[in-house]
């Protein structure tokens, strides 16, 4: 069974709606979520915000966490889990932000992508730096990572 149907039925099993709040996979996460037969079940919504005027306006970022830790951070990636639940009527959501590439800085290099997941128990926030794999592959490891993590959130 594949990662997101094994998402998919979990989710299904304890009547839990999904939302996801991504970033630079830009809808990655949600997509395959949702090419997965049965999903709309489980499924509520997913918000891409690449702009920080996004995760501003659909997610309640706020305009400081975003000036003093920057959209890469989990700081960030909390509000955007958070603001995910709180503008769904998901019970479980997972966000992702992070720096896809080219580019990047000696403090936030390529591939260096931030995820949460919030659910009634809280919410966990972890960075992982996939390294310079390039655009496409980082994008990849991160809507694969945050599968990962959302299904042992379930």
Do not use: W
């Not at 039925?9 to 304890?14: G, L």
């Not at 909390?78 to 896809?100: K, L, P, Q, Y």
């Not at 960075?127 to 042992?152: I, Y």
């Amino acid at each position: 069974m594949t990662l997101t149907a094994q998402i998919i039925e979990k989710a299904a099993a304890s009547k839990k709606m999904i939302a996801t709040a991504e970033s630079c996979t830009g809808g990655l996460v949600a997509a395959a979520l949702t090419d997965v037969p049965g999903s709309s079940a489980v499924v509520e919504r997913g918000f891409v915000t690449y702009a920080n005027c996004a995760k501003i306006e659909m997610l309640g970022v706020t305009p400081e966490t975003l000036g003093e830790f920057g959209a890469v951070s989990e700081q960030t990636a909390i509000e955007m889990a958070r603001g995910a639940r709180s503008e769904s009527h998901a019970d479980i959501s997972v966000s992702v932000t992070g720096i896809a590439g080219p580019g990047g800085s000696e403090h936030k290099p390529e591939g260096r992508v931030c995820f949460a997941v919030a659910k009634d128990g809280g919410i966990r926030a972890e960075t992982v730096d996939f390294g310079p794999l390039g655009r496409k592959n980082v994008r990849l490891a991160a809507r694969d990572h945050a599968l990962r993590l959302l299904l042992s959130a379930l």
